[in-house]
Structure formats: C-alpha cells, structure tokens
C-alpha cells in the first residue's frame, strides 16, 4: 500500500508583535501545539527575519488522500481557532 503525502504551508500575520522575539513565541506556540494535536511535522521556513510575518511548513502521512486532506484542513482551522486573523493565506498538496 503507497503512502500519501500532505503538504500544507501558512502564511501567517502577527500584527501585535513588535520584535522578533515576540513573533517567535507566536509561531512556537503554534508550532508546538500543532505537533502536539496532529501528530504532524511541523516548521517555521519563510519569513524568518520579519517581525509581524511568518510561514510555517506541515507534513503529514496517511494512507488515503481523503485522511490527509481532512487533516491539513483541521490545521487550518485550528491555527485560526487558536488566534484569529493570524491567517493571510494558505497552500495545500497531496500526493
């Protein structure tokens, strides 16, 4: 049986921090959270140097396209349940 692999990369928005010490504790927040809920790899991989913007990675394995797609999509909304508006866009694969 073949393997799925999902994809999922995040654009995030954090308007309140104002150094990059606070948006670190942000996406760390969300990052530990994330691996510690779905059981999926997880990283901050873009934006690394601005203080209010972030892109984080998420990788999952699964042995349907169905169980993986409804994973990286309850990422998305438990990214945005865990703070709101943090969203500004979001791409999603499956192979």
């Known amino acids: 049986m073949a393997s799925v692999i999902g994809y999922l990369e995040i654009e995030l928005h954090i308007p309140h921090a104002h150094s990059l010490k606070e948006k670190r504790s942000v996406v760390k927040r969300v990052v530990e959270r994330l691996k510690g ?52 866009d979001y791409r999603k694969e499956v192979f």
Request: a negative charge; hydrophobic letters at 45%; zero cysteines.
């Open 37 to 88: 809920k779905f059981n999926v790899s997880v990283s901050e991989i873009g934006k690394q140097d601005s203080w209010q913007e972030a892109v984080i990675g998420v990788v999952t394995l699964g042995t349907s396209k169905k169980i993986v797609d409804a994973t990286l999509e309850k990422v998305v909304s438990f990214v945005e349940e865990l703070v709101p508006g943090l969203i500004l």
